[in-house]
């Protein structure tokens, strides 16, 4: 089942912030975060492996909740740059070894950041 | 910047033909993966590749087939064009998908845009 993204879309004024939240109705492994910028393929963020597990990445950061099921994406001070559709990606099944796994992606967030 | 490509860039193909699909890499990565992009539902996995010739569906894989002869290339073919493929494919790879090894994402190439008309 496809992980459920919220907000669909998100309105920001430079400088302001912006979380965007990653649910899943089963067990979460691992949670990847993608952008894509309008026209162009998407670009790996981040991955987290590990429940409670929070990461940085300039002013983007996420955090993973194994027991709740969720990822959220925390955009802080945002920037003109950040504007784009943000993809949590999870792990469909338990993964085989040596076959790895196979990444689901929710439906997408758009992210428009005004100046 | 990884080196993957797909082709063609874009397609126009009829109802009812065959069309193949190309991903070819340079970084001899062992995973390879079709997604295809639709407004509203995002990325949904069509195959995935784990190996030369080791293979195995996604979420959307009906009406799909795909090969992997070379490590380099994955070839997804639509057996038989229907106008709901009309779509934004994507392929990925990744170096290395275990869970412990956190240094890799997948990467994208440009996608292809095919139309079936």
């Known amino acids: 089942q496809q992980p459920v993204q919220s907000p669909q879309a998100v309105i920001l004024r430079e400088g302001e912030d912006a979380v965007i939240n990653c649910s899943s109705s089963?067990?979460?492994?691992?949670v990847h975060w993608y952008r894509q910028k309008h026209g162009e393929a998407p670009v790996f963020l981040m991955i987290l492996l590990k429940g409670g597990e929070q990461k940085g990445h300039d002013k983007i950061s996420a955090s993973f909740n194994e027991k709740k099921q969720q990822s959220s994406l925390y955009l802080t001070a945002s920037q003109l740059s950040y504007s784009g559709t943000y993809f949590c990606g999870t792990e469909m099944g338990i993964m085989i070894y040596n076959q790895g796994g196979k990444l689901i992606f929710g439906q997408g967030t758009e992210l428009s950041v005004k100046p | 910047d990884a080196g993957i490509t797909q082709s063609p860039r874009h397609k126009v193909t009829e109802t009812g033909t065959p069309v193949t699909l190309r991903c070819h890499q340079t970084e001899n990565h062992r995973y390879m993966y079709w997604y295809r992009q639709d407004p509203g539902h995002g990325l949904r996995l069509i195959h995935y590749s784990y190996g030369v010739k080791d293979t195995d569906k996604g979420e959307v894989s009906d009406g799909y087939s795909v090969s992997r002869s070379k490590t380099e290339d994955f070839l997804l073919t639509l057996e038989s064009a229907t106008s709901s493929q009309t779509s934004v494919y994507f392929c990925a790879i990744s170096e290395s998908w275990y869970r412990g090894d956190e240094n890799y994402g997948y990467t994208f190439g440009s996608g292809t845009r095919l139309t079936v008309v």
């Open positions: 089963k067990a979460l492994y691992s």
